[in-house]
């Protein structure tokens, strides 16, 4: 038959499930990716659906673009539709501010101290029953200087972002997270070099081109458990603006040939599809060990795959690697050549001053948990009892300082102190707490692993 004027389209999210024989030149000649737009599409997207609402002058459709991280375009119309819900409920509010003042004295109270609850109860719901029942009653349209004034302001937006999920997180995608800088204590120098890795290229790309410079295509965080390695991953994207996937290595492996290598291939392509994005591998030492002679074909797939994948990420822009790992001595050498994991980043036990920053950070500057007068944070950060302590050990060692604070503090109660209820002004974490928590914790990294890690800090002081 002639099919000169017959175009056939199809359309799936679930490319791989199709039968081969259909992508095939001949039928389906022609496969176009439609991607998670980024910040820049994002704002072409809701300057074409806010064309015919009513906005202020100056509303910045910028950072509203940069707010919906992972938002595609139907979210994006489902958020304007929200907002202008949120915008007539807030007019409507307002309207409604007289009625419920006539409201609250629809219905007298009873005293008595047994039923004055149950009367505040019936009070207040007979109330909200009296306003809606007027406002169903009234007839009357908003005048003209309020229909004048009436527009959806960018607060109207933030409270639809709390109702309206991105398809993106739905499926899967991360999106940018809410660590900061200021949750990590120390690490200067690991964070300059992040900052030159991924913050560089993200915030001035054309100085890289005109030096023509490529940005690396991976960091590897090495060091012992417990120092920061996912925080500092976190912190880096949200400073970025990226996008944000973390992947735990174990959790792609599965006992069945092929799927090993089908949620690699899918991590990458859902990388791809929410670009700028950081793909965070954590304990990446079980996904790519070591490959030999004796390793099962399954691992060594795996191995092969991701190798495949981290070289095909040289021609696309704003998708860049992070990996943590506290073995790298046993990652395959092939995954840490230039043009995959080319950058190591040795992230070390906290020195004094640094242990110091950490514990200001987890304290909140020493006001949460509020300390008493002879607590010294730096007198704790140089305790020789420290030494060797990671930053979740100090974080532990805190913890356990404020449970022996509670625990003490409701003992007193029991034995007859009276406390107000929902007070908490006189719970203070004094030095003989902490002085208790030191004998409960311990260093998580060994004597043993300690020199492990001296050995591998010098190898890649090099």
Not at 272 to 289: Q, T
Not at 333 to 355: E, H, S, W
Request: glycine residues 8%.
């Amino acid at each position: 038959t002639m099919t000169t004027q017959i175009l056939v389209i199809g359309a799936t999210n679930r490319p791989d499930s199709l039968d081969p024989a259909l992508r095939r030149a001949g039928r389906f000649d022609r496969e176009i990716c439609l991607g998670i737009p980024d910040e820049a599409a994002r704002l072409r997207i809701l300057r074409t659906l806010c064309r015919k609402l009513v906005l202020p002058e100056d509303f910045d459709y910028q950072q509203l673009a940069r707010l919906t991280p992972g938002y595609v375009g139907a979210d994006l119309m489902a958020l304007c539709r929200e907002a202008a819900m949120a915008a007539v409920n807030r007019v409507l509010l307002k309207a409604r501010e007289p009625l419920q003042e006539q409201a609250q004295n629809c219905t007298p109270g009873l005293t008595g101290s047994g039923e004055q609850m149950v009367a505040d109860m019936n009070h207040h719901q007979q109330g909200e029953l009296w306003t809606l029942v007027n406002l169903l009653k009234t007839t009357e349209t908003l005048s003209e200087p309020e229909l004048v004034s009436l527009s959806i302001l960018m607060s109207d937006f933030q409270e639809a972002l709390t109702h309206v999920q991105p398809s993106a997180k739905r499926e899967g995608f991360a999106t940018i997270p809410d660590v900061t800088w200021e949750n990590v204590g120390a690490l200067q120098e690991i964070r300059e070099e992040l900052t030159m890795a991924i913050l560089g290229p993200v915030r001035s790309p054309q100085h890289f081109k005109a030096l023509g410079l490529t940005a690396p295509s991976g960091v590897l965080l090495a060091g012992p458990p417990g120092c920061g390695k996912t925080l500092l991953a976190k912190a880096v994207a949200n400073e970025s603006g990226l996008n944000f996937i973390s992947v735990k290595g174990p959790e792609l492996l599965n006992m069945y040939v092929g799927e090993s290598e089908r949620a690699v291939r899918q991590v990458f392509q859902r990388g791809r599809n929410s670009a700028p994005c950081v793909i965070f591998f954590d304990e990446i030492d079980a996904l790519c060990p070591r490959r030999s002679g004796h390793d099962s074909g399954a691992s060594v797939r795996v191995v092969n795959q991701l190798l495949t994948e981290m070289d095909g990420l040289e021609g696309r822009q704003q998708v860049f690697i992070m990996a943590a790992t506290n073995r790298p001595d046993i990652i395959d050498p092939a995954v840490l050549r230039p043009g995959r994991l080319d950058k190591t980043l040795y992230v070390g036990l906290p020195g004094p001053a640094d242990r110091l920053s950490i514990l200001l950070t987890i304290t909140k500057g020493g006001s949460k948990p509020r300390l008493e007068p002879d607590v010294s944070l730096e007198d704790i950060a140089f305790d020789e009892r420290c030494n060797c302590f990671s930053g979740a050990d100090l974080t532990a060692l805190v913890r356990e300082a404020s449970v022996n604070t509670l625990r003490a503090f409701l003992k007193t109660s029991h034995n007859g102190a009276t406390h107000p209820i929902g007070s908490t002004a006189d719970v203070r974490v004094g030095k003989q707490n902490f002085e208790e928590a030191f004998k409960k914790i311990r260093p998580s990294v060994s004597k043993k692993d300690q020199l492990m890690y001296e050995q591998l800090r010098e190898s890649l002081s090099r």
